[in-house]
């Protein structure tokens, strides 16, 4: 009888621990189910509010668009392809655009006189922009400052290139550089969108290429990936710029950089210390390379004895920052 009831309170026991073991997995497995309905929500919530702040429109095409009086055939399907691409990306691409309209502001003031002084058009402005985004950058193959000039093409159009003066990095003189350039493409291809390709991709390469296709208008022309985008790049800057309300950009005239009145002074003696010579007019080194990039060294040499302008702000103590005293 005894070993009944101990088998009988054994068997029973096993029972017992087998519901529990069971019904506490089942348990584990409703609160699992339960923790990934939970995240199924909040991702279903978070792709609704997603959904409804996130918006990425295409952009209407214009009803006609043009370069310097001269103007793109959208009707055709390639033309409007290659041109819808730019102005995507240069829309979508906010941050980046958004400097341009910062820089122009300070450095079209300069750029547009001289334009205007050579009869070049004023959109050639917007060139400046693809070439460097209006600043004293260097490309991988060596083209240098706002126009983007090689050694070789700089020192052919009159510039000054070593290792103390390099006057790619002067923005008036490599502007009217850039005009005296794309009057010599006008007059040898007749047209202001041909001379704009010719200064990606060469005066003699476009020449070869037009002559190669029997055709001088750059519309028509089968041209290498760069060239074959540059136009439609200036053009899609263009149109952002005169119409920057339209594509969503608003700048107060606070955000914008400020072109910084100025005075100029001339040197043209031997053998300058820069440091001392910075002093001497009342600012510092820093001061004197941020308005007169063109300077590449510590000194000057000047064998030459050429006389050369130096631009200095008019309120030139101001950006000077003194060491505050205990």
Known sequence: MKKKLLLFFTLLTIALVSFNFLNTEKNTEDVEDVEENTEDIKDSIHQKEFNSYFRSY????????????????????????????????????????????????KYFPIIEPILEK???????KYLAIIESGLENVVSPAGATGFWQFMKGTAKDRGMEVNSEVDERYNLEISTQAACDYLQDAYDKFGSWTMAAASYNVGMNGLRKRA??????????????????????RLLAIKEIFENKSKYGFVLRDQDLYKKIETETVSLSEKNVDLFAYSDSLGINYKILKQFNPWIRDKKLTNKSEKTYTIIIPKEHEIN???????
């Open 211 to 232: 002559a190669e296709q029997n055709s001088n208008n750059y519309y028509d022309l089968y041209l290498p990936m760069e060239t074959s985008r540059y136009v439609f």
């Open 118 to 124: 050579n009869n070049i058009p004023n959109d050639f």
């Open 58 to 105: 295409t952009l209407t095409t214009p009803d006609s668009i043009g370069f310097a009086g001269e103007y793109s055939p959208l009707y055709a399907e390639d033309i409007w392809e290659r041109y819808d691409k730019e102005i995507h990306k240069n829309v979508y691409w906010q941050s980046n655009t958004l400097f341009y309209f910062k820089r122009a502001n």
């Open 320 to 326: 000077i920052f003194k060491a505050e005293k205990d």
